[in-house]
């Protein structure tokens, strides 16, 4: 687990399972634009959410690559959970800047709902097929540039399922955070 503290936020990557992050005000799932049931980690979220999950997110689909919107988390100890359509690698372009705004969204969502602490998935890298490196970048420089605006939150947590993916993104991290 790496801890790096920006403005008094404390970011963390950790190995693990991204629906059991008790601790943690608001979890994200890597949504699909229908906001329903998928692979990954939408289909492990809706798992435990439905089917009153996906009623709580008809009203909001579908959602446009790079939206964030948020939902109560029924079945979950989190009291939310933000929704992100990351980008398909290689079909929506600008890849980078869609994934930026999954990452600066959620994190406004969380702050403008005055929660104090977010676990993020590696968002695309599944199905997605955005390469871990490249979004782990990503995903620190946007930490790095929303950190000091935010008011509320104090713990941002990347929750990665896969040791290699989690090591991937320690080692990003700490080069871009430190």
Request: aromatic residues 6%.
């Amino acid at each position: 687990m790496t801890i790096t503290l920006i403005d008094n936020i404390n970011i963390e990557v950790v190995n693990g399972d991204i629906t059991r992050q008790p601790d943690c005000d608001a979890i994200v799932n890597a949504a699909n634009a229908q906001l329903k049931s998928g692979g990954g980690v939408a289909g492990a979220v809706h798992r435990i959410g439905d089917p009153d999950l996906e009623e709580r997110t008809r009203k909001f689909a579908p959602i446009k690559t790079g939206e964030a919107v948020i939902t109560s988390a029924p079945n979950f100890p989190n009291k939310y959970i933000i929704h992100c359509l990351g980008p398909v690698y290689g079909k929506d372009k600008p890849e980078d800047q869609f994934l930026k705004s999954c990452y600066t969204n959620a994190l406004k969502l969380a702050d403008d709902n005055e929660l104090q602490s977010i676990a993020f998935p590696a968002i695309s890298t599944g199905i997605f097929g955005y390469p871990v490196e490249d979004a782990a970048k990503v995903a620190a420089e946007v930490f790095k540039a929303v950190a000091p605006g935010l008011t509320c939150i104090t713990i941002i947590r990347m929750v990665l399922w896969s040791k290699e993916d989690c090591t991937i993104h320690n080692e990003v991290f700490k080069s871009i955070l430190s």
